[in-house]
T-cell receptor, first 116, second 109 residues
Framework: GAVVSQHPSWVICKSGTSVKIECRSL??????MFWYRQFPKKSLMLMAT?????????EQGVEKDKFLINHASLTLSTLTVTSAHPEDSSFYIC????????????FGPGTRLTVT | QKEVEQNSGPLSVPEGAIASLNCTYS??????FFWYRQYSGKSPELIMS????GDKEDGRFTAQLNKASQYVSLLIRDSQPSDSATYLC?????????FGTGTRLTVIP
């Protein structure tokens, strides 16, 4: 149980374009989903927290207009990187917590974004 | 400021030995603690959770928690080359997880 998927697993896009990443909880309803970014050999950095049906809460320094998060249902959250630039190239990972446990976060497999 | 500190390593142990990973945290109010394993290029995988003082064992893994000392550790017995990864300590507070920078473990065959 507690499986989280992400799509796509990797994507290459041109500078200035937008990219959407999907995060799905496959076998549980996720009350809260989190979006992280990880640069090579660095630790996870929380970008934002999203609850179903409400606006996401962004961490300090994360531009909400650039990283659009939509949490339309209890099983799906999307992150859209708008007007991507090479410095946005990173490993984006979502996680989710379910209704049964409010503490344990289960991570998706991650999406590797390369902006050329 | 919530801080979670780990020795970044690398920590090298021979196959079959015990690997000991340590973590300290700054917030005395934290109640939930987790260890994640992350292989290179992959996302973190939850391997242990611990909520109360003492030891918690799961197979070859033992988590130890000492809230008075604000210290949590992970012991891996009979280390295998497949245990080579980065181990992330995470502390739960206010619906968020605060991660340490991770300790890179290498198990030498």
């Amino acid at each position: 149980g507690a499986v989280v998927s992400q799509h796509p697993s990797w994507v290459i896009c041109k500078s200035g374009t937008s990219v959407k990443i999907e995060c799905r909880s496959l076998d549980f309803q996720a009350t809260t989903m989190f979006w992280y970014r990880q640069f090579p050999k660095k630790s996870l950095m929380l970008m934002a927290t999203s609850n179903e049906g409400s606006k996401a809460t962004y961490e300090q320094g994360v531009e909400k207009d650039k990283f659009l998060i939509n949490h339309a249902s209890l099983t799906l959250s999307t992150l859209t990187v708008t007007s991507a630039h090479p410095e946005d190239s990173s490993f984006y990972i979502c996680s989710a917590i379910g209704q049964l446990s409010s503490y344990e976060q289960y991570f998706g497999p991650g999406t590797r974004l390369t902006v050329t | 400021q919530k801080e979670v500190e780990q020795n970044s390593g690398p920590l090298s142990v021979p196959e079959g030995a015990i690997a000991s990973l340590n973590c300290t945290y700054s917030d005395r109010g934290s109640q939930s603690f987790f260890w994640y394993r992350q292989y290179s290029g992959k996302s973190p995988e939850l391997i242990m959770s611990i909520y109360s003082n003492g030891d918690k064992e799961d197979g070859r893994f033992t988590a130890q928690l000492n809230k008075a000392s604000q210290y949590v550790s992970l012991l891996i017995r009979d280390s295998q080359p497949s245990d080579s990864a980065t181990y992330l300590c995470a502390v739960h507070w206010a619906n968020n997880l605060f991660f340490g920078t991770g300790t890179r473990l290498t198990v030498i065959p």
